[in-house]
Antibody, heavy 120, light 107 residues
Framework: QLQLQESGPGLVKPSETLSLTCTVS??????????WGWIRQPPGKGQEWIGS???????YYNPSLNSRVTISVDTSKNQFFLKLRSVTAADTAVYFC????????????WGQGTRVTVSS | DIQMTQSPSSVSASVGDRVTITCRAS??????LAWYQQKPGKAPKLLIY???SLQSGVPSRFSGSESGTDFTLTISSLQPEDFATYYC?????????FGGGTKVEIK
């Protein structure tokens, strides 16, 4: 059964870079049928898609975050990564990683999520 | 960007009730729509994709339909484990976007 697990600091200072790792187990990140995505959910709000990556390294980003986001992949470790630069309090959220169906563009399964707070 | 508008934002219902949630897309998305269920402190769970296709393992009391740019998630007979927040997501084009959510509460 495929599982995803987010990891990274729970507290980031304003203007610094948020860095998260998603570790995939029970399946290969080199699947040709899937992308791998990051989604976030600010407190009390709905989800916002951040971006997605294919095992080859091709990426799609949300234009609202495009200038600050980098998503990368390490197929040898079955991991993919999120970096969000110049964070502010508005970036405080629960961050999820998820497998994205290549054709349907829906997400299943999701990781449990990791809460990141931006505060000095 | 394609905007997704859900209604109502919350609904109170009893076990056994039929519950209907609506999601409207700001432009045509054909059948490119997914529905998720999220319980407090948990990750969303995919219920339906392609507007009406039931994800494997999801009970048949959940169903989805479409009419133009309006999409509906129906729970035919609400069960105790169905009290949660439901989100729609358009899957037609990037950036992928979600609705604001509908919270199904106990009446």
């Amino acid at each position: 059964q495929l599982q995803l697990q987010e990891s990274g600091p729970g507290l980031v200072k304003p203007s610094e870079t948020l860095s998260l790792t998603c570790t995939v187990s029970g399946g290969s990140i080199s699947s040709t049928s899937h992308y791998w995505g990051w989604i976030r959910q600010p407190p009390g709000k709905g989800q916002e898609w951040i971006g997605s990556i294919y095992y080859s390294g091709s990426t799609y980003y949300n234009p609202s975050l495009n200038s600050r986001v980098t998503i990368s992949v390490d197929t040898s470790k079955n991991q993919f990564f999120l970096k969000l630069r110049s964070v502010t309090a508005a970036d405080t959220a629960v961050y999820f990683c998820a497998r994205q169906q290549q054709l349907e563009n829906c997400f299943d399964p999701w990781g449990q999520g990791t809460r990141v707070t931006v505060s000095s | 960007d394609i905007q997704m508008t859900q209604s109502p934002s919350s609904v109170s219902a009893s076990v056994g009730d039929r519950v209907t949630i609506t999601c409207r897309a700001s432009q045509g998305i054909s059948s490119w729509l997914a529905w998720y269920q999220q319980k407090p402190g948990k990750a969303p769970k995919l219920l339906i994709y392609a507007a009406s296709s039931l994800q494997s393992g999801v009970p048949s009391r959940f169903s989805g339909s479409e009419s133009g740019t309006d999409f509906t998630l129906t729970i035919s007979s609400l069960q105790p484990e169905d009290f949660a927040t439901y989100y729609c997501q358009q899957t037609k084009s990037f950036p992928l976007t979600f609705g604001g959510g509908t919270k199904v509460e106990i009446k």
